[in-house]
C-alpha cells in the first residue's frame, strides 16, 4: 500500500517536507529525463558509416569514422584524401565535425550509405581559393574550405532544395543554398543560413 511506500522511501507522511521532497524529486526526474543528459549519461557504441563520391576525381569511399563513441584516425585519413585539393593534390585534415553533418545529411535524405554523397568541393588550398576567386563570384576570400571545414554537395536522387531543407534541420555551421549551380555549401562555422 502507499503508507509502505512512503517507509520504504522514509518520506514524512504529510506536512512541508514531505512537500518539499516531492517536489525536489520531481525537478530532479525532470532534469535526469531530458535529451541533453540523457546524451551524455548513455554510453555511446554503434557506429557512423560515411559514402562519398568525389565528382572531380571518381574517387569513391564508404567508411566507418566513428566507431564506440571515437573518431577512427585510419578512417578519417582516408576521408581527407578523396576530400583533398584535386588541383593542388593537397591535402587537409578536414573538421570531422564537418563529416558528422554530412553523415546526418545523409541520413536524412538517402537513409542509408547505399548511394555516397556527392562532393563537389571540399578542401581547397589558399592558392587555389585565390586562383577561383578571380574568375568565379561568391569565392569568400578566408574561406572555410581552406581550412578544412568545408564542403560542398550533391544527393543523388534529391533536389538542391530538399538536400537544403535537410541541412536547415539540422541547425548546424553554414548552410548555402546555390540553385542554379545545383549544389548545397556545409561548414562548421557558427549557425547561419543563405
Not at 566507418?64 to 593537397?90: C, F, M, S, T
Not at 569568400?140 to 538536400?163: E, K, L
Amino acid at each position: 500500500d502507499g503508507g509502505m511506500y512512503m517507509k520504504l522511501l522514509d518520506i514524512p507522511p504529510s506536512g512541508k517536507s514531505r512537500r518539499h521532497f516531492l517536489k525536489t524529486a520531481g525537478s530532479i526526474a525532470t532534469f535526469l529525463a531530458s535529451p541533453a543528459v540523457l546524451a551524455k549519461t548513455q554510453k555511446l557504441t554503434g557506429s557512423r558509416t560515411i559514402s562519398l563520391h568525389n565528382l572531380h576525381t571518381e574517387e569513391k569511399i564508404k567508411i566507418d569514422y566513428w566507431i564506440d563513441g571515437k573518431y577512427q584516425p585510419e578512417a578519417l585519413a582516408r576521408i581527407d584524401l578523396v576530400l583533398r585539393d584535386h588541383r593542388a593534390n593537397e591535402i587537409c585534415s578536414m573538421d570531422p565535425k564537418l563529416i558528422d553533418i554530412l553523415h546526418s545529411i545523409q541520413q536524412r535524405t538517402i537513409g542509408s550509405t547505399a548511394k555516397p554523397v556527392e562532393v563537389i568541393s571540399a578542401y581547397r588550398s589558399p592558392t587555389t581559393n585565390s586562383d577561383m576567386r578571380r574568375y568565379k563570384r561568391g569565392v569568400a576570400r578566408n574561406s572555410f574550405h581552406t581550412v578544412g571545414q568545408a564542403v560542398d554537395i550533391r544527393v543523388p536522387g534529391f533536389s538542391t532544395r530538399d538536400v537544403y531543407k535537410a541541412a536547415l534541420g539540422l541547425k548546424e555551421g553554414g548552410i548555402g543554398y546555390y540553385g542554379r549551380a545545383g549544389f548545397v555549401h556545409l561548414d562548421t562555422g557558427n549557425y547561419r543560413t543563405w
